[in-house]
Structures are given as structure tokens and as C-alpha cells.
């Protein structure tokens, strides 16, 4: 197999991860867009690019995760054969670290969109007026 043949062989493995890579994507985006369905609308504009960055770290960090789980978050690096090599951080590990950050404010600013209501269905503890009976002793 000669170089050409290889680098054809990669490109379309890559192909294909990007791929699968797109339709996970959107399988995220589908699940948030349900659970983030009764944003006001007002709100739904923000909540649709939100949702978007939010599908695509989700998916990102599952791929970072499988990477770190292999490789670990470590490796033995050198600036050149003349110096003695030490471990650092992967930079995959500081990627992750800081999308694992923003990726939680996205989920927290989402979450902050949904409507605090006290129906039958709603997750929101209902208010027994417990912590206004204690707020006045």
C-alpha cells in the first residue's frame, strides 16, 4: 500500500467519525430541545444557540473522556534530546477541564430559562410555607 492509498484510507475514516461525530450532535440537541421545550418564548432564540454549543461540548467531552481514560491525563514530554523529560498535563486534559466548565454554565444559564411553576408535572418542590413560617421568628 503505497502513501496515497493511506491517506485515502485515513480521510475516510475521518469522514466517518465526523459523521458519526454530527449525528450524536443531533441526537443531543434533540434530547435537550425536549427537555428545555417550555422556555418562554421570549427566551427561545438564546435557549436555541445555547442548546446547540450545549449538544456539541456534550459530545466532545464523551470523545475527550475516552481519550483520557486511554492515554491518561498525564504524559512524559522533553523540549529537546538534551534535556531530561518530565510529566505535564495533556493539553487534551486542560481542553476538557475548561469545556467541562463552560459546559456546565451553558446546562446552569438553561436551566435558569425554565419556567418555576408549582403544576402536577413540575419537578420544583411545591412551597408548604415552611421557610416563611421561619423567616418570621
Excluded: C, H, W
Amino acid at each position: 500500500m503505497d502513501g496515497a492509498e493511506v491517506k485515502r484510507l485515513e480521510d475516510v475514516a475521518k469522514d466517518k467519525r465526523q459523521k458519526a461525530k454530527k449525528r450524536r450532535i443531533s441526537v443531543e440537541e434533540k434530547r435537550l430541545r425536549k427537555i428545555y421545550e417550555n422556555i418562554a418564548e421570549d427566551q427561545k432564540g438564546i435557549a436555541d444557540g445555547l442548546i446547540r454549543r450545549a449538544a456539541y461540548m456534550r459530545v466532545t467531552l464523551e470523545d475527550y473522556e475516552i481519550d483520557l481514560d486511554e492515554k491518561g491525563y498525564v504524559e512524559q514530554f522533553t523540549q529537546s534530546e538534551k534535556t531530561a523529560a518530565y510529566e505535564r498535563e495533556r493539553p487534551v486534559a486542560r481542553l476538557y477541564n475548561t469545556m467541562n466548565r463552560n459546559y456546565q454554565q451553558i446546562v446552569k444559564q438553561l436551566s435558569d430559562m425554565l419556567p418555576k411553576g408549582d403544576g402536577e408535572g413540575d419537578k420544583t418542590p411545591k412551597q408548604d410555607g415552611f421557610d416563611e413560617f421561619m423567616n418570621r421568628r
